[in-house]
């Protein structure tokens, strides 16, 4: 039994995003209204008044077959769809994946494969503190959870600028069934956890009846990963989790990489994480990809991969699309009435309802993993209760993965939240310095200022100047 | 007036070190022996008997004409020379400069430009530690006074692994006088501070007159820069503290860089400092090299001026050889009798005498720069007395200095020590893939390999094993 409560989502023309999100509120007893109380109320907000219309739709009949009594609301305004908000949830992509081949085709020009070269991350940043902003003013009590990219940055920014409760999430950590499944364990029946920062986590406990399963890993490397490797044909561009780069950086840093770890690079240059320079060697061209990422792909980072993932975006958003206009659609066929596998819905429910449950979380760290500062978001497993999101102590590291792989990605995410709070250029000149795709300063400074100078980078241009001493 | 003490030097053949040593013990009373008052022993240890053997000549003869009561031993036994020592002074580079050259060819034949891989430094790290236990076990309240390269890494090592008092000093902060000099203020004029890591210090305060002189900077490089770089003829391959380099890191990061900070590299591949890559760019060749540091050698870090360093080096002990050998040579004319700028007497003098005086030291941070951890060697300014060597308390360096500069060179550090510790083959490896200059996995490999198997390597090679799950 619970007090009804409003969910407001920012960047809501993401139809599958949204639609999960419905989904998993109609399966969640105490949030979908029954036996006479009043459900959620789920407040969709996008620029894109023709997604959003088509998001409304989808989600009204879907909530309307499960029978589930769901308020909705579309806004193209930000506040509004904050106003009395207890959740907010940040799922916007401010430059969305068309620009990103824009700035890919001048970093191209200048001699960059793929996201060789980033520009940091400000439209994103400025929207989550933004959005927090907003809703210091509108909802200072909601929560808000961070789901667009950058994870890491966006809740570290928040949680130093802002008095907004943030939680970020991902799915990367569940690489970890990918695992479990390719070495032959059930992934049901294995237990683990995998801390460290977004996109940057490390299974450090991995146990299978009580056991511990690295020696099943250690075994499936010597004896049929090399077989796996050449036979492997994968579901889609991110099923990558057992490559080789997976096992190379195993070897490396002495845990097993989960999720996008052993990708480190973001969703593009203007968004996602910055590319952390730290396996530059397994990004330096498309046949250096598909040998560590395995064919035909290479992994989603790669022009091939992209376009694929792309292809696949826009066929999932015309199929939405067709639903959403054939009135005789049955949307629990086409959208199916299982649960999502994204932690959302359950860790809104864990807090409203105190039906306590185990998540990965990003939030700030204040002494969970040693040697990184408090104020820094970490991705680590929690408790979500009425009590609140309670990280579990995880204590040290190991040295190797804090010296090679957490704590120079630390560093990269300070100096990114440096120049955005800062607007110094010359950070952005130091970022692209620091990409091992550079040969010269001048090249550096050339792709930092064309990439500048793109359309639709005009706020940010304007927003970095060189330092006065210049 | 004072009880003679003992001084022991390590690595003592260097004739030029040994002998500014002794005239500066020569010029200060209270160690020098003076009204009846006996002077102080200085033993002399080195593992080359000729090079010992003239510098001990040298120093008896240099002593006497100075009518100072010192009285010196030679020995190649460490621990006789470490025997009721009051200070040793460790200047010993384990594999010499002639083993760089070996190393640097391997490193060019595998695509390397100059000191562009390194592969640690496990010699100079090793020697130090055993000169600090056998001073455990032998004159545990003596001070060590490290002088051999790496400075920041030995002596945080030193700090953390045994419980000597460790001192590093070097020379790089008198670049403040050159600063001054080139700008037109009387280097004697001006109060200035650098703190930071040793070969990585920034000018915080620079003062003329009791105005901060940093636009009389400013002036010289919109002014006088261009010129000066046009026609400046360097005296010595390190004559490069005002050079396009330095002005180009002071742009980039706010502050002056002083001394060996825009040179960021080190004495070579098995010592020194590990190349900090931020500057990579200044360092990809021999005509960038000019452009950045100057002609005709592009600093001191180039195959040219290397060689003339070399033979520099040669030249002066030949004359050093010279004059041992001729018993008619009045070695007070040709070393003179003024002081060198080596701090190390005048520090000892401090210790000793409570003659106090304010000196750039590398001691143990414990507070001194925030943000810094407390067992990390800094180089900062300290008050020297019969009260200990006593750092000024420095605060928080800018925000960019600390991101772009010593961060990421701690974390140099740290996986250098790591590496040194845990014997981890894979962190040497990582290192040479972390150089800019390499271009593949297998590149970084192959060198790393081939470095470890060189003559005289058997030792290192065989202490870095691969870990377990490789």
Known sequence: MSTPIKIGIIGAGSAQFSLNLVKDICLTD???GSQGLAGSQVSFMDLNPERLDMVHKLAARYADEMGADLR?????????CLQDADFVINTAYAKGHEHEWVMRDVAARHGYY?????????????????????????????????????VFNCCTLLTRETSIKVCGLCHGHYGYRE?????GLDPDRVTWQAPGFNHNIWLTHFIAEGRDAYPRIDEWIATQAEEYWKTHVPEHTHDCQMSRAAVHQYRMYGLFPVGDTFRRVGAGPTVGCTVYRGEWWLHTDFETKKRWFGEPWGGPDTVEGRRWFDRRLRKRIAEMTEAANDPQARLTETFGIQRSDEQIVPIIDGLVNDNEGQYQVNVPNRGTIEGIPDDVVVEVPAIVSKRGIQPIHVGSMPPKVMLECLLPHWLDMERNLLAF???DRSILLWNALDSHQTRSYEQALAVTEELLSIEGHEEMNDHFKLPPNW
Not at 72 to 80: I, N, V
Not at 117 to 145: F, H, K, N, S, T
């Open 72 to 80: 909705f609301e579309r806004t193209t305004d930000r506040r509004a």
């Open 30 to 32: 105490a949030l979908a």
């Open 179 to 183: 695992i479990a499944e390719t070495i």
């Open 114 to 150: 793929y996201d060789g070269v980033q520009l940091g991350e400000y439209y994103q940043l400025r929207l989550a503190l933004d959005i927090a902003r907003d809703m210091e003013a509108v909802c200072p009590d909601a929560w808000l959870i961070q789901s667009a990219n950058p």
């Open 421 to 423: 709070k800062s607007g």
